[in-house]
């Protein structure tokens, strides 16, 4: 069975740092891709950042670009999202999600696609506030 489980988060200054990270139980972790999405009460949930099986490919939402990086460590079955300038928005909960195998498919055809996660943590909060 698989469980993911998020840590890290909290509540951060505007334009701080927070590191997330994401504890994957199950055989499977190194062959599947992985992102990380956040949802706000109210709205609609926002996938943000993903990387491949093997962790060379990465794709980010225009929002988070150039702040946040994703990196997985599969010796250890752990997904990471370092986060810098951190904007003062919307308080949400970060998840992280298991996606499919990515081999013999484009990794960029399902990375941002919500439907093609089956797996979900149970979310770490983060708050952007002074």
């Known amino acids: 069975q698989v469980q993911l489980v998020e840590s890290g988060g909290g509540l951060a200054q505007p334009w701080g740092f927070l590191r997330l990270s994401c504890a994957a139980s199950?055989?499977?972790?190194?062959?599947?891709?992985m992102s990380w999405a956040r949802h706000s009460p109210g709205y609609v949930p926002e996938w943000g950042s993903g990387?491949?099986?093997?962790?060379?490919?990465?794709h980010y939402a225009d929002s988070v670009k150039g702040r946040f990086t994703i990196s997985r460590d599969n010796a250890k079955n752990t997904l990471y999202l370092h986060m810098n300038s951190l904007k003062p928005e919307k308080a949400a909960l970060y998840y992280c999600?298991?996606?499919?195998?990515?081999?013999?498919?484009?990794?960029?055809?399902?990375?941002?696609?919500?439907?093609?996660?089956?797996?979900w943590g149970q979310g770490t909060q983060v708050t952007v506030s002074s």
């Open positions: 999600a298991k996606g499919p195998m990515d081999y013999g498919r484009s990794f960029y055809d399902i990375v941002s696609v919500l439907a093609e996660y089956d797996y």
């Open positions: 990387i491949s099986s093997s962790g060379s490919d990465t």
């Open positions: 199950g055989p499977t972790f190194a062959s599947q891709v």
